[in-house]
């Protein structure tokens, strides 16, 4: 997933900017989706070629959201984070799957943490001490300044200490090396 270009073209992409937004697998998010639909219409004066995808997952409805025209409205989309991969900027909420992908695909992101959720809140503090993505705040985000920071991180670079892909190899060695002792 490190080359950006080939994930667009297999995902069928092209080259435009491309940002992707997403609530994961909660119906909770839906003004987080349409603050992004309103910062869609400002951004594409600055970006007139960018492209955004909304994912809603599979417990909001596509059609609940009130959007305007020129967003691709998708419900699950199944191995979300290939779209990640292919991603030059996501919009996500403050969840763990989601962002640590993001971090691990090395794509800027912008989150949502749901105020007032500890597990959340959690996530936020460990993403800050990793370095990567900006937190944003649901309650005093305007769509003129999800507009600046869309701007500002689109298409930019994260460096942080890489994040171990590897989790899955290092586990069946360990077990390995454990059923080998008996």
């Not at 705040?137 to 942080?160: D, K, N, P, Q």
């Not at 989790?167 to 454990?178: E, N, Q």
């Amino acid at each position: 997933y490190k080359n950006r270009k080939e994930v667009k073209r297999k995902l069928g992409y092209g080259t435009e900017p491309l940002v992707i937004c997403s609530i994961g697998g909660t119906s909770i998010g839906k003004e987080m989706l349409e603050l992004c639909g309103k910062a869609f219409i400002f951004t594409k004066r600055n970006i007139p070629e960018l492209r955004m995808v909304i994912v809603t997952g599979p417990r909001l409805s596509p059609e609940s959201l009130k959007l305007p025209e020129g967003i691709e409205v998708k419900g699950f989309v199944p191995r979300l984070y290939e779209h990640f991969a292919a991603c030059d900027l996501a919009i996500v909420q403050g969840g763990a799957t989601s962002t640590l992908e993001l971090a691990a695909l090395r794509r800027p992101f912008l989150y949502f943490p749901l105020e007032g959720h500890s597990e959340q809140a959690g996530v936020a503090a460990m993403l800050k001490r990793l370095g990567v993505g900006e937190e944003m705040r649901l309650s005093s985000t305007t769509s003129h300044l999800l507009v600046e920071r869309i701007v500002s991180m689109l298409g930019g670079e994260i460096s942080c200490p890489r994040i171990p892909t590897d989790g899955a190899d290092r586990a069946a060695r360990h077990i390995v090396a454990l059923l080998e002792r008996r």
